[in-house]
């Protein structure tokens, strides 16, 4: 554990306890944890990982786009379902893409897991999409993900950034409770 990695975890749970409130300065903060964690990842030979940080930035300003183009005039995010034919074609893309990373992994470098990273690098970019987008069920897709990541991690023996994973499946289950309950009430009105 590292003091890189110590100051990653804290700007990270403030990313998504921001996130989790429908907060825009969420994306600002995503930013910085991104950026701290693609260098601690290449350290540790997750280059799938690394290449979805440097992605993951440009998905924090596609994102606050998104939130600021979808704010009610009182300034609240307004979140959505996801309807199902998107979600399957977008489950799709994702596997391809990840086999296809993978591909390129084993090719072109010595990555420590590569199919597994290169699958969890595919499907967090889906994950991150749907919630760019406001759709309430990017958060259950996020609390699949950080399941395996708490494991990757611990495996890699980046002990603290798995604790922080599992403290993001705690994170994610409250997200999606407290944005669907927000959908529910919108819905009535």
Excluded at 40 to 55: A, N, P, R, S
Excluded at 66 to 84: A, E, F, N, S, Y
Excluded at 150 to 175: E, H, K, P, S
Aim: aromatic share 18%; hydrophobic share 60%.
């Amino acid at each position: 554990m590292s003091n890189l990695e110590i100051i990653a975890v804290m700007v990270s749970l403030l990313g998504v306890a921001l996130t989790v409130q429908r907060h825009l300065w969420c994306w600002y903060v995503n930013m910085l944890a991104v950026v701290l964690y693609a260098v601690i990842f290449y350290q540790y030979k997750l280059y799938g990982e690394t290449v979805l940080q440097i992605l993951f930035f440009g998905m924090q300003g596609y994102g606050l786009w998104q939130w600021k183009m979808g704010q009610q005039q009182d300034h609240t995010i307004v979140v959505k379902r996801l309807p199902r034919q998107q979600a399957i074609q977008h489950l799709m893309v994702g596997a391809v893409t990840g086999y296809a990373f993978g591909l390129f992994l084993h090719s072109f470098t010595d990555a420590a897991v590569l199919w597994l990273d290169a699958q969890l690098t595919a499907f967090s970019l889906v994950a991150s999409l749907w919630a760019a987008r406001r759709y309430i069920e990017s958060w259950w897709m996020w609390v699949v993900l950080d399941i395996v990541y708490v494991g990757l991690f611990y495996d890699r023996g980046l002990n603290l950034t798995a604790f922080l994973y599992f403290i993001f499946i705690m994170m994610a289950i409250f997200g999606a409770w407290k944005w669907q309950g927000i959908w529910a009430k919108n819905k009535m009105v």
